[in-house]
């Protein structure tokens, strides 16, 4: 098959390669090895029950590739993924949703949404700096005074 194009698939609405040497990743098998590995070390490194730990953790989630609520709730601890989404989308996020069937821990398929981030440019708050910004510029006003001599 050397110099010929892969031929493409479709796996859980996601069109994927097919590999030539018989190899499949985790994901590939369906047994989602790393994937559920990935999605656990992400919840360990934004521990938490807040809002805004459950948003970096979606975020996170997505920015490694395709998010099921199915998985976002059993992975991610997030058990009303819909509004963090919402909320990451109020933020910048540009989401897309498809509507999947996936089975839930009991067998039965259940129509579920699988969230794809398409670009993630943060906007300013109700046509205000966001707080964040504030501060830091707050913060570089102060170092600016303090190396001019002006504060001691």
Known sequence: MAGQ?????????????????????????????????????????????????????????LLSGPLSTLEARRFLDVMHPAQRVLELRDSGADIATHWTREPTEAGTLHRVARYILRAFAPRRMNGCIRPELLALLVLLAVAGLLLAGVLR
């Open 5 to 61: 194009a892969h031929p493409r698939h479709w796996r859980n609405g996601l069109r994927v390669r097919a590999t030539t040497d018989n190899k499949k990743t985790a994901r590939d098998r369906g047994d989602g090895a790393s994937r559920k590995a990935l999605l656990q070390q992400i919840s360990d490194d934004y521990p938490g029950n807040g809002t805004e730990s459950q948003r970096q953790r979606i975020l996170a989630a």
